[in-house]
């Protein structure tokens, strides 16, 4: 496996090998935040999706398939 196996879902985009996403993505994973996707580009940081940031910004991670997180509410009918 490597980072080439994973995937990220977000409100912004559909599944997606981060190898295929551009080079301003960035998958963060903290203990404070927990897992995050962000757009960093000209010093500008947009927060797409990420493990608490919301009901607009979910955000689902899969290694070839296998999801480590899936942060969408199953009340919305998504998960």
Request: aromatic share 14%.
């Amino acid at each position: 496996m490597s980072y080439h196996d994973l995937y990220i879902t977000t409100s912004f985009f559909d599944r997606t090998s981060i190898f295929n996403l551009a080079y301003s993505i960035q998958v963060t994973c903290s203990r404070t935040g927990g897992w995050e996707v962000w757009e960093i580009w000209d010093g500008i940081e947009r927060q797409l999706g990420g493990e608490y940031a919301g009901r607009d910004k979910w955000l689902v991670l899969d290694v070839a398939g296998h999801v480590i997180l899936d942060s969408r509410k199953e009340e919305d009918g998504l998960s």
